[in-house]
């Protein structure tokens, strides 16, 4: 599933503002609950869908499967290049 913006928590999500061309790239990231309930995985149509994100059941059920070949990362906002902090 492909969710849009409105599913960013725009009181603890913040951008890094270098120039124009970054003005997408977030600095810090997180999601409001009630909007991405019972979406154990999903990709971020407002990132132009350039990856994966998952809720904590999909990663326990990878887990407890001993799949391997996922890199699970809680800080969300890393995955993103920057030319400087």
Same mark, same amino acid.
């Given at each position: 599933?492909?969710?849009?913006?409105? @599913?960013?928590? !725009?009181?603890? /999500?913040?951008?890094?503002? =270098?120039?124009?061309?970054?003005?997408?790239?977030?600095? /810090?990231? =997180?999601? %409001?609950?009630?909007?991405? @309930?019972?979406?154990?995985?999903?990709?971020?149509?407002?990132?132009?869908?350039?990856?994966? @994100?998952?809720?904590?059941?999909?990663?326990?059920? @990878?887990?407890?499967?001993? %799949?391997?070949? %996922?890199?699970?990362?809680?800080?969300?906002?890393?995955?993103? !290049?920057?030319?400087?902090?």
């Amino acid at each position: 599933t492909s969710l849009s913006g409105d @599913v960013v928590d !725009p009181d603890k /999500t913040s951008v890094l503002l =270098e120039n124009i061309d970054s003005a997408h790239i977030p600095k /810090t990231l =997180e999601f %409001l609950p009630n909007k991405i @309930v019972g979406k154990s995985i999903f990709k971020p149509g407002f990132a132009l869908n350039t990856f994966l @994100v998952c809720q904590d059941d999909f990663k326990k059920a @990878v887990e407890s499967a001993n %799949l391997n070949g %996922l890199l699970f990362d809680e800080n969300l906002a890393q995955m993103f !290049p920057r030319k400087s902090d």
